[in-house]
């Protein structure tokens, strides 16, 4: 009896740690950075209004009141999408439209906009570069024997909740120098997906657009 609840433990922590390392990162990782921004060195986590962590680098040269206009570039997806069971075309396009709507109307609040770059100005471009979901955090509940062997078994055969994600990449460029004075990475998190055969919807990830959009009206260098 004792070894057996000896190795109980045992495979309890072993679950235990295997699932928190398996927790998903708040904000993406270098492997998940999609190659739209050319040169990411220098981004760093950072706290957003919201209270939403986000990757970003902002030149120490750069001034708001430098700027007198913004031209906002339409939203692209980086690299060109795949659609398929899970994502559909339709749902792509209502995304990016709705991404590109909200991020004008936000960017519109800060600075008036453009039909095109102009000296003295900004060209802001962005590009979605992921929409998906992965499983869930483990939550403290599920951190007992019989849960967390439940659990993990869900998450293998593909039964556990996900988090509908998107991925955003986005920098600012002086139009008259053609240098970037602010990148940005952002993870967003959507509503949550019964599990990985339900496919994501434009309504599902409508929650982390509206997130980003918060944060670049409260924007700042800090």
């Not at 609840?5 to 928190?20: D, Q, S």
């Not at 992921?130 to 007992?144: G, H, I, K, L, W």
């Not at 994600?165 to 008259?176: G, H, M, N, P, Y």
């Amino acid at each position: 009896m004792f070894n057996f609840h000896k190795n109980l433990v045992g495979f309890t922590f072993v679950l235990i740690v295997t699932a928190l390392a398996g927790c998903s990162s708040k904000t993406a990782e270098k492997s998940q950075y999609s190659g739209f921004i050319k040169n990411a060195s220098g981004l760093q986590p950072v706290k957003t209004a919201t209270g939403h962590e986000t990757l970003k680098w902002v030149s120490p040269d750069y001034q708001s009141g430098r700027y007198s206009s913004i031209y906002f570039a339409p939203v692209v997806y980086y690299p060109r999408p795949s659609p398929n069971s899970r994502v559909s075309a339709a749902t792509l396009e209502q995304v990016r439209l709705y991404t590109e709507n909200r991020m004008k109307s936000a960017l519109a609040s800060r600075k008036p906009l453009t039909d095109r770059p102009q000296p003295g100005g900004l060209l802001v471009k962005t590009a979605i570069t992921a929409v998906t979901a992965e499983n869930r955090d483990m939550q403290f509940y599920e951190v007992v024997p019989v849960a967390a062997v439940l659990a993990g078994t869900m998450a293998a055969t593909g039964n556990r909740s996900q988090n509908a994600e998107l991925f955003l990449e986005a920098e600012a460029i002086d139009v008259s120098t053609n240098k970037a004075v602010i990148k940005v990475i952002r993870k967003g998190y959507g509503k949550t997906v019964s599990n990985s055969n339900t496919p994501i919807t434009a309504a599902d990830v409508e929650a982390a657009i509206d997130d980003m959009v918060k944060d670049i009206v409260a924007f700042s260098v800090q």
